[in-house]
């Protein structure tokens, strides 16, 4: 006799979808990190964007945008439109800020889910434009200054026209400029000159816009490292992602610690097998470890697949059985080995690849250093085989 199905989900759903390895995420970290920042910015009467794109850095977008509001953030940001309307899904109605466009949007979306779109152009401004006359209503609109990013955005030459083609495109009622803004290139090196010249550029192109008629809500510069070191830069708005979860912004800057901030992942897994092995043993792919000596190897089931970077093959640091080891070889899709020692651990003994530090497990700084990357990257691409937890929703 087949069993009654408990739940809607597709029978290939496993009740439990995957135990082995999980991302605990501290919400009550994240509320307070959006604290420190909101006290941070508050001498400079600035409020607080919370970045959620990419999945909030790999946290879990809808329940860390909801703990950043809980917080006080008064807006959101992501990148891709997809990740704003899944928001407006989620039923989060709070201001939220897109800036990754490409033809055909959905831009006629955005206009009726009420999304802050970016304009970087005038190709932008005319879809924009086409979307809100089809949907009956104004779009809210931030332009965007390349003021020395060399990315997205309007180069000060470009400038004139577009504030134009906004303005015009106002006065008939199809948006409204809310926003005025600009994205820092080297914010994370203090001192680094393209800082000073960038203010200035963007200080000129907001005035030429103001002049002109724009009347912007938000005007805003700063992203993590320009919230957490350069108050001149923090205007009406801070867009902070890295720092909300607990990451500093680049090593040379400061531990999270030093600006009040506590990370947010641990990444764990269950150790999946123990065993003895002889001297001579050569360990995973390409054999670039060989055990030195009798010794005791613990298999971790987390690899590149799950976002654990090959390139820390040999190297990256693993908190098990009360100490921390190093990987021994290479990184593969799905597991890596620990050499043990003299020590053991059981199967189902709790790995730490990295969390906030307090019982002496690895930070994501320590990946990201024994990755040749930054910490962004190390909980950004954490895969989605990894289960979320999110812990202290309430709080
Ligand atoms: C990702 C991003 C941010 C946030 O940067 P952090 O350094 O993580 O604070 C801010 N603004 C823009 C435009 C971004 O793309």
Same mark, same amino acid.
């Given at each position: 006799? #087949?069993?009654? %199905?408990?739940?809607? *989900?597709?029978?290939?759903?496993?009740?439990?979808?995957?135990?082995? &390895?999980? @991302?605990?995420?501290?919400?009550?970290?994240?509320?307070?990190?959006?604290?420190? !920042?909101?006290?941070?910015?508050a001498p400079s009467g600035a409020r607080v964007m919370g970045v959620v794109k990419a999945d909030a850095y790999g946290h879990g977008a809808v329940p860390c945008a909801r703990a950043a509001l809980d917080a006080g953030a008064a807006w959101?940001?992501?990148?891709?439109?997809?990740?704003?309307?899944?928001?407006?899904? @989620?039923?989060?109605?709070? /201001?939220?800020?897109?800036?990754?466009?490409?033809?055909?949007? =959905?831009?006629?979306?955005?206009?009726?889910?009420?999304?802050?779109?970016?304009? #970087?152009?005038?190709?932008?401004?005319?879809?924009?434009?086409?979307? @809100?006359?089809?949907?009956?209503?104004?779009? *809210?609109?931030? !332009?965007? @200054?390349?003021t020395g990013l060399g990315r997205n955005g309007c180069l000060a030459g470009d400038w004139p026209r577009l504030v134009g083609e906004a303005l015009k495109a106002q006065a008939d009622g199809d948006v409204r400029v809310t926003g005025l803004?600009?994205?820092?290139?080297?914010?994370?090196?203090?001192?680094? /000159?393209?800082?000073?010249?960038?203010?200035?550029?963007?200080?000129?192109?907001?005035?030429?816009?103001e002049k002109a008629g724009v009347e912007p809500e938000v005007r805003h510069m700063a992203n993590s490292p320009a919230t957490l070191t350069l108050p001149e830069t923090h205007f009406d708005l801070v867009r902070t992602g890295v720092a909300?979860?607990?990451?500093? /912004?680049?090593?040379?800057?400061?531990? %999270? &610690?030093?600006?009040?901030?506590? =990370?947010?992942?641990? !990444?764990?897994?269950?150790?999946?097998?123990?065993?003895?092995?002889?001297?001579?043993?050569?360990? #995973?792919?390409?054999?670039?470890?060989?055990?030195?000596?009798?010794?005791?190897?613990?298999?971790?089931?987390?690899?590149?697949?799950?976002?654990? =970077?090959?390139?820390?093959?040999?190297?990256?640091?693993?908190?098990?059985?009360?100490?921390?080891?190093?990987? &021994?070889?290479?990184?593969?899709?799905?597991?890596?080995?620990?050499?043990?020692?003299?020590?053991?651990?059981? /199967?189902?003994? *709790?790995?730490?690849?990295?969390?906030?530090?307090?019982?002496?497990?690895?930070?994501?700084?320590?990946? &990201?250093?024994?990755?040749?990357?930054?910490?962004?990257?190390?909980?950004? *691409?954490?895969?989605?085989?990894?289960?979320?937890?999110?812990?202290?929703?309430?709080?």
């Amino acid at each position: 006799m #087949s069993e009654t %199905p408990q739940r809607s *989900r597709a029978t290939h759903e496993p009740e439990r979808p995957d135990n082995r &390895a999980r @991302a605990e995420i501290d919400l009550a970290a994240l509320r307070a990190n959006v604290r420190a !920042l909101r006290a941070r910015v508050a001498p400079s009467g600035a409020r607080v964007m919370g970045v959620v794109k990419a999945d909030a850095y790999g946290h879990g977008a809808v329940p860390c945008a909801r703990a950043a509001l809980d917080a006080g953030a008064a807006w959101l940001g992501t990148a891709t439109p997809y990740e704003a309307l899944a928001l407006r899904a @989620a039923g989060i109605d709070a /201001p939220v800020l897109c800036w990754l466009w490409t033809p055909g949007g =959905p831009f006629r979306a955005a206009v009726d889910a009420d999304v802050d779109i970016a304009v #970087s152009g005038l190709w932008a401004l005319d879809e924009v434009v086409a979307a @809100a006359r089809a949907a009956g209503r104004p779009a *809210r609109i931030q !332009l965007k @200054a390349d003021t020395g990013l060399g990315r997205n955005g309007c180069l000060a030459g470009d400038w004139p026209r577009l504030v134009g083609e906004a303005l015009k495109a106002q006065a008939d009622g199809d948006v409204r400029v809310t926003g005025l803004w600009s994205h820092f290139a080297c914010a994370d090196e203090p001192g680094h /000159p393209s800082i000073d010249a960038q203010l200035t550029r963007f200080h000129e192109m907001l005035e030429y816009a103001e002049k002109a008629g724009v009347e912007p809500e938000v005007r805003h510069m700063a992203n993590s490292p320009a919230t957490l070191t350069l108050p001149e830069t923090h205007f009406d708005l801070v867009r902070t992602g890295v720092a909300m979860y607990g990451i500093s /912004p680049s090593p040379e800057l400061g531990t %999270p &610690a030093d600006f009040g901030l506590r =990370p947010v992942m641990r !990444l764990s897994a269950d150790v999946a097998s123990v065993k003895q092995a002889p001297q001579g043993l050569g360990i #995973s792919y390409g054999h670039h470890y060989v055990t030195d000596r009798e010794t005791t190897l613990a298999l971790v089931p987390l690899g590149y697949a799950d976002g654990v =970077p090959r390139h820390a093959s040999g190297r990256g640091p693993v908190l098990l059985g009360g100490a921390v080891r190093t990987v &021994a070889g290479r990184v593969a899709m799905d597991q890596f080995v620990l050499d043990l020692g003299d020590d053991t651990v059981e /199967p189902g003994a *709790r790995a730490v690849l990295f969390g906030p530090g307090d019982d002496g497990e690895p930070t994501a700084e320590d990946w &990201a250093r024994a990755a040749g990357t930054i910490a962004y990257e190390i909980v950004t *691409r954490v895969g989605a085989r990894v289960p979320r937890v999110h812990l202290h929703e309430r709080g």
